[in-house]
């Protein structure tokens, strides 16, 4: 019999102990299992870090053995004699299967277990393991700890369609298939057992569904999305408006100066903090004056953040905001943000939370409420957030710009987090990153290091950026060139960012997305993506790889974002950026890109004028969002949304722009774009219109510039009000001369039709002697024919067809044709304007030359590149062993062939370069001190006897003998 309700379910299991079902949603239920049937809710929902949500209606089936919780979207089968329970998809598709009876014990804490498919990957977790992605095959406590657990959040996803989120504060283990291959076990010391299930169609469903449940990301101010730095810690007040001065000098945009030894006393936990008056001295009378170094920095455009250190009880005014009768055994119940206000006043913005005393644990320690620490220890760094949050919008009715280092379930509403740990690498910090980005935490960064183009690539491309300079001296002002240059053009390119970095973190409101999404969240389907922990998607439409010259492009087509060349996915690449960047930045074709025009901070007011960069690839959208920046007023629809979108045919390019959706306090009353199209060819026509109905009344363009070499059409669209009316833009483009030559030329596969195939081959040689020979024939005999014919004329069509055939061949190799050809290409589109026969013919002429230049200086590309990738290679990877087969796997080029294009172009084989470099190498290590079974392992010489006898067989002296002679 099915029943409809609206009520939790609960129900005593044959096993004696008591269950609890509460469908929330078409695709979440919450499960809870209890001794005595009391099922008291855990701090993350007496706190309200999980919002509590009435049950949804369902319908249930009750059979003498099992119970059936029907939901629009999944159902859940328990056995009603121990628990035991699947849950899925449908009346089909059990995803999640328990694999023996959970249990729940008073003083035995809980446990449950579940099957494993063989091909089924797990991710989730947090911030607590950073070798991987993919979590099948560890096991991870969920406890905040120091160097080893910073953020650990007890959500976990599957490939199979299933989530879930443990919904406990104490300590617990993840068993994620390591003490079984195919079990994943989930035990707890304490507490009951209580757990949320999810389904989902993907990743991307399984993210939103927990974003319901546990909260969606906050929006961070948006001059927090700029570059914050943090001063050294004994600065005064004179170091930090200089550091400050020196971004605007510099020419180096900035909005953010943070401070970290500013308290009279060192590391201050208490709530009677005050300023180093020796360092900070501020005028008590006078505080809010324009003449303190805190009015300074705010006249050049900086906010202030101050980092704090807190043990204070938060539990007691916590309970008393959730209207709790608790009796205050400590006899104070003011919220420690009180003491902050002050501060706040006096022009504080931002607070950066140590993590000193509350990543310890504090066993037997009792709070104010009578909780244990063992059960607030990991929720403790959230609820300070939550309560910072609040009060400084009580306050300042402002968004609060908060990071830390460490946060558990629920830190994504309240607080950015910081990558931090005891020598950590930095590849750690992408993967950390990553791993709360699938764990439904967003705001995350590393602190960057500004001494490396690596580094500082690695810095700009995450959802906020970060300089701490506490005890060293990272001012960007300081680095010499040309990493200074590399540093100003990434500060530059991300500040032109943020429109797409802020809507980027708006549409996370809605759908739990991260800004930093890892490759199996973006390409679940590709198993090449499932543990990429080096690279990431910045958005829908930008390929980050950091600290790894080996990219994986999934399928589609991908632009660098450095040179402009293309690259066709799935493929992986070996990349070298250019000298002035750090690191691969790729596009993906179809993106749509908004970018603000140059600013040294980011104003309260967005700019009238935007550029937007467009890679037309069939059809694509974005969706532009805009607020005040400051307020909460966004959570009440206080947004205007503006969606671009391009649809790309053959000949055509439509790019829409629509209106301003929507409405905020101080939004631009006009709106005027910058188009930067990339396309391939020069239009014909371009005409522009003004309708709802993106077809009435269009109007030729008759100003645009076109960059031939680049590719990019550049317009302007001018004078875009908030009506209710679409943009649009049409762009009629001439056909490619290999389909026009089609169109219009009817086949004949004869030899006198077209250049023939032998001419084709010689162009492949490159021998430009014999191709214009061939050339010379084929037009003369041609041009003979036409003549006895009585043909008027007929050259033009030969003309046509020789063009077509040239670039063609450049077409069919995947050369760009702009690049081949250069100006000269346009003249294919205008063969009317060519006069003569002899013009005709010497068009044909350079076009063939045009092959064979770019030919050759391709050849020297490749050539070049792959030596250069070599030896960089030996460089880093002289301690290991090398071989040219090895190489030549990762570079997809033939050892034979390697083998004599390093020769050619060194002068010397392979194994002879390695061992000079290695004997050079060697001789100065020695010379330097380091001893001799150092210096041969760091050469590749695992047995120093071997060394020895190659470094006598090299120099004519044995390492001893040289070692002494120093």
């Given amino acids: 019999m099915t029943d409809r309700l609206s009520r939790p379910v609960q129900f005593q299991l044959g096993n004696g102990n008591w269950m609890k079902l509460s469908p929330l949603s078409p695709h979440a239920v919450r499960l809870q299992m209890d001794e005595h049937g009391s099922f008291k809710d855990p701090a993350t929902i007496r706190f309200g870090i999980i919002q509590k949500t009435d049950p949804i209606a369902f319908e249930t089936e009750f059979t003498d053995q099992t119970l059936l919780v029907y939901l629009e979207n999944a159902l859940l089968e328990v056995s009603r004699l121990n628990g035991q329970f699947r849950w899925g998809f449908g009346t089909q598709d059990r995803a999640l299967s328990t694999s023996r009876s959970p249990r729940s014990e008073e003083h035995g804490g809980f446990g449950i277990h579940f099957s494993l498919a063989d091909e089924e990957k797990l991710y989730g977790l947090g911030d607590v393991s950073r070798e991987h992605l993919q979590r099948r095959g560890q096991v991870i406590e969920m406890h905040l700890k120091n160097y080893s657990a910073f953020v650990p959040i007890p959500f976990l996803m599957s490939s199979r369609g299933w989530a879930l989120l443990i919904n406990s504060t104490y300590r617990h283990t993840f068993d994620l298939g390591y003490t079984r291959s195919n079990e994943l076990n989930i035990e707890g010391s304490e507490g009951p057992l209580d757990v949320f299930l999810f389904t989902g169609s993907g990743y991307k469903q399984l993210l939103q569904a927990y974003a319901e449940l546990a909260g969606k990301p906050m929006l961070l101010p948006i001059w927090a999305y700029g570059l914050t730095y943090i001063c050294h810690e004994n600065s005064n007040a004179n170091d930090v408006v200089k550091d400050a001065r020196q971004f605007r000098e510099a020419g180096i945009p900035c909005d953010v100066i943070g401070l970290s030894g500013w308290t009279q006393n060192k590391m201050d936990f208490s709530i009677t903090r005050k300023w180093n008056k020796d360092r900070f001295h501020i ?34 005014h916590e309970h008393l905001s ?13 919220p420690w943000y009180a003491h902050l206000e002050q501060f706040v006043d006096e022009g504080a913005s931002s607070f950066a939370v140590s993590a000193a005393w509350q990543i310890n644990g504090h066993p037997g320690h009792i709070w104010g409420d009578g909780m244990s620490d063992e059960e607030m220890h990991n929720v403790y760094p959230v609820i300070l957030y939550k309560q910072m949050q609040a009060g400084f919008h009580r306050q300042k009715g402002e968004r609060l710009f908060i990071y830390s280092t460490i946060g558990y379930t629920g830190i994504q509403r309240f607080a950015a987090t910081c990558i931090t740990g005891k020598g950590i690498q930095r590849q750690e910090g992408i993967a950390a990153m990553l791993n709360l980005g699938l764990s439904g935490h967003m705001h995350t960064t590393s602190s960057m290091d500004v001494m490396s183009r690596e580094g500082i690539h690695a810095g700009f491309l995450t959802a906020w950026s970060l300089i701490n300079s506490w005890a060293y001296f990272s001012h960007p002002a300081y680095l010499d060139e040309p990493l200074s240059q590399v540093f100003k053009k990434y500060a530059h390119l991300r500040y032109r960012l943020i429109p797409y970095l802020y809507s980027t ?11 930093l999404r890892a490759m199996p969240l973006m390409f679940p389907y590709d198993p090449n993506c499932d543990d990429l922990a080096q690279q990431y998607m910045l958005g829908d439409f930008l390929l980050v790889a950091a600290y790894d010259k080996r990219v994986y492009l999934p399928d589609g087509t991908w632009i660098d974002y450095w040179t402009g060349n293309t690259y066709t996915g799935p493929k992986l690449i070996h ?19 908004p970018m603000w025009p140059p600013f040294d901070h980011i104003r309260s007011s967005a700019p009238e004028r935007l550029t937007l960069h467009i890679y037309p690839s069939h059809s694509s959208e974005f969706a532009l969002y805009e607020d005040d920046g400051l307020t909460s007023q966004y959570q009440h629809q206080k947004v205007a949304v503006t969606t671009i979108s391009c649809r790309s045919e053959r000949d055509t390019v439509i790019v829409q722009i629509g209106c301003m ?6 939004m631009p009353t006009k709106r005027s774009y910058a188009l930067h199209i990339w396309i391939d060819r020069e239009p014909i026509q371009i005409r522009c219109g003004r309708s709802s109905q993106a077809a009435d009344n269009p109007h030729p363009v008759n100003e645009w510039d076109y960059n031939e070499t680049a590719g990019i059409l550049e317009l302007n669209v001018d004078d875009v009000t908030g009506s209710q009316q679409t943009v649009w833009i049409e762009l009629t483009l001439p056909h490619s001369p290999r389909v026009k030559a089609a169109a219009e030329i009817q086949p004949d596969h004869s030899e006198k039709s077209g250049l023939d195939n032998p001419f084709q081959a010689l162009l492949h040689t490159g021998d430009i002697g014999r191709i214009l020979e061939a050339l010379q024939k084929w037009w003369e005999m041609h041009t003979l024919q036409s003549q006895g014919n009585g043909a008027q004329e007929m050259w033009r069509v030969q003309l046509l067809q020789g063009c077509s055939s040239m670039i063609g061949h450049a077409e069919r190799i995947g050369w760009p044709l702009n690049q081949v050809f250069g100006h000269d290409l346009n003249k294919a589109f205008h063969l009317n304007k060519i006069a003569t026969e002899e013009e005709g013919y010497s068009l044909l002429k350079q076009y063939a030359e045009h092959i064979v230049r770019y030919k050759q200086h391709a050849r020297k590309r490749v050539k070049r590149d792959a030596i250069q990738q070599i030896l960089e290679i030996i460089e880093q990877e002289l301690a290991e062993k090398l071989s040219l087969d090895e190489i030549g796997k990762r570079l997809y080029m033939h050892p034979s062939y390697l083998s004599r294009m390093f020769k050619k172009e060194t002068g010397l084989t392979f194994s002879d370069y390695i061992l000079q470099i290695r004997m050079t190498r060697s001789k100065s290590m020695l010379e330097s001190g380091m001893k001799i079974q150092e210096v041969a392992a760091l050469n590749g010489f695992p047995d120093a006897a071997y060394f020895s006898r190659t470094f006598r067989k090299y120099w004519g002296d044995t390492p001893r003998s040289y070692k002494m002679k120093q």
């Fill in 283 to 316: 005028p008590a009378n006078n505080i809010k004056s324009p003449h303190t170094f805190i009015g300074t920095l705010q006249r050049y455009g900086f906010k202030l953040n101050l980092n704090l250190y807190c043990n204070y009880d938060v539990t007691l």
């Fill in 322 to 334: 959730s209207e709790t009768d608790v009796i205050d055994r400590r006899g104070n119940v003011e």
């Fill in 505 to 515: 973190a708006h549409a996370a409101l809605y759908t739990g997305m991260p800004m």
């Fill in 575 to 593: 990349y070298s950026a250019p000298e002035d960047a750090g690191g691969a930045l790729f596009v993906r074709q179809g993106a749509i890109i």
């Fill in 661 to 666: 959706c929507g409405d905020y306090p101080n």
